[in-house]
């Protein structure tokens, strides 16, 4: 492969710095170069430098003059739902006219609607459908998410879910981290005990023996999974070698970061219920919380997790969108960053952390994604603006210029 060399960046974003999760003031060093520069061979990131620097390395190197745009390691979204079928209009309407999320859900509809269109949906069509929301995702500068299943709940469809992830990882540029949550909701036809016995004894096994997925979450929450049956699920997953994610105290103060402090998963996601005590928690055990402001945003609510304490208590802490068709209808980084700054009051330069680099170490692949950095793979946003702020600060449309995989432009 050619090499390829990206020069006049009005601030090459680099995010270098120790190779681990980043904490309390290191969230802010981003290790800006001005006019910086990018030397790309064989998909991966060569030398970054000044654009002088790299000019002079570049002999034979295709090049590109970034004309003073805002270059940053492309985002990595921690936490999708992107595999599903049809869409949730219907609720959006209810809850625009004062339904609560849960109201909605035992009415019948909720993640269950998704759960019953998503089972009749073929694996060719949900990938069809899969492949359009990734392109949204490249579109917005995210180049690798974590995507959950959840919405099939039987073997079959949980399975089903989880191959059409395998496809995107092999057929689209998007990067794909799988985890499995068939402990989304109980189907409806079977009982809460009967559903964590399939859960743990068919879905599990299956999942890790054709690995198909790297981590397990579960659903904490009234309503879905209390804390004993979550914690026999992720205990049964972490047996089988997967690393835990949680969906916890996201509507109510149940106790889950408290749980997945105890389990050692790698990341407790949501918390906009949690307090101290929680926090505490997680910090007893390095896990990071993985917070999603689009929920709060989509869903009407206020109630934003408490970033600044959890920052200032020393969590490395992660920015996701939660894209799903039901409580954060949003692939959009740049959207959550504007959110993370004015609800949650987080820096810009804390909210771009949070979405690259933490993100990336939330997913074991801060060795190969979320910075740019020799040696890593030239995963690349650029966008139309002068200075990194600019992302969070302008809202509501894109500023992406150009996107590159693996040293390839892809849009
Ligand atoms: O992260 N909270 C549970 N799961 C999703 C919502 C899924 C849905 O409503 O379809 C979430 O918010
Ligand atoms: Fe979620």
Same mark, same amino acid.
């Given at each position: 492969m050619k090499s390829l060399a990206l020069l !006049?960046?009005?601030?090459?974003?680099? @995010? %270098?710095?120790?190779k681990r999760p980043r904490v309390g003031k290191e969230l802010?060093?981003?290790g800006i170069i001005r006019d910086g520069g990018v030397l790309i061979r064989d998909g991966k990131i060569d030398i970054v430098g000044t654009s002088e620097e790299i000019e002079k390395k570049a002999a034979g190197a295709e090049i590109v003059d970034l004309g003073g745009r805002v270059v940053l390691p492309g985002f990595v979204?921690? !936490?999708? !739902?992107?595999? *599903?079928?049809? #869409?949730?209009i219907d609720d959006f309407e209810r809850r625009s006219r004062g339904e609560t999320y849960e109201q909605i859900a035992k009415a019948g509809r909720g993640i269950w609607s998704t759960v019953e269109k998503t089972r009749v949906a073929s694996e060719a069509d949900l990938f069809a459908r899969a492949k359009k929301h990734a392109e949204w995702f490249l579109k917005c500068g995210t180049t690798t998410v974590e995507v959950k299943s959840g919405?099939? @709940?039987t073997l079959e469809d949980e399975l089903k879910i989880l191959r059409v992830m395998r496809q995107l990882n092999e057929k689209t540029a998007l990067e794909v981290v799988p985890t499995f949550l068939g402990a989304h909701a109980v189907p409806r036809d079977t009982s809460p005990g009967e559903y964590v016995d399939l859960v743990i004894n068919q879905m599990l096994p299956r999942v890790a023996k054709e690995k198909l997925a790297k981590f397990c979450d579960v659903f904490c929450e009234r309503g879905y999974f209390d804390i004993e049956q979550s914690r026999e699920i992720l205990t049964a997953a972490k047996k089988l070698g997967l690393k835990l994610r949680g969906h916890v105290? =996201?509507?109510?103060? %149940?106790g889950g970061a408290k749980l997945m402090a105890e389990l050692g998963a790698t990341t407790a996601d949501h918390?906009? /219920?949690?307090?101290d005590q929680g926090i505490t928690a997680l910090k007893s055990r390095n896990v990071q919380p993985v917070l999603l402001p689009g929920s709060v945003y989509a869903l009407g609510s206020?109630?934003?997790?408490r970033a600044r304490e959890m920052i200032e208590a020393g969590l490395a802490a992660v920015l996701a969108t939660? *894209? #799903?068709?039901? %409580?954060s209808p949003t692939p959009s980084m740049p959207m959550v960053l504007s959110l993370a700054c004015t =609800?949650? /009051?987080?820096s810009p330069a804390e909210a771009i952390t949070a979405a690259t680099i933490n993100a990336a170490y939330s997913l074991s692949r801060g060795d190969k994604i979320g910075s740019l950095e020799?040696? /890593?793979?030239?995963n690349i946003g650029v966008f139309?603006?002068?200075?990194?702020?600019e992302l969070a600060y302008w809202f509501g449309f894109p500023q992406t210029h150009a996107v590159y995989v693996r040293g390839t432009r892809i849009c």
């Open positions: !006049h960046a009005s601030q090459l974003v680099t @995010l %270098s710095g120790p802010s060093e981003l979204d921690a !936490h999708t !739902h992107l595999v *599903f079928a049809g #869409n949730r919405y099939g @709940l105290d =996201q509507l109510t103060n %149940s918390l906009e /219920k949690t307090a206020t109630s934003y997790p939660d *894209f #799903n068709p039901g %409580s =609800q949650m /009051k987080m020799a040696g /890593k793979l030239a139309d603006c002068e200075d990194y702020r």
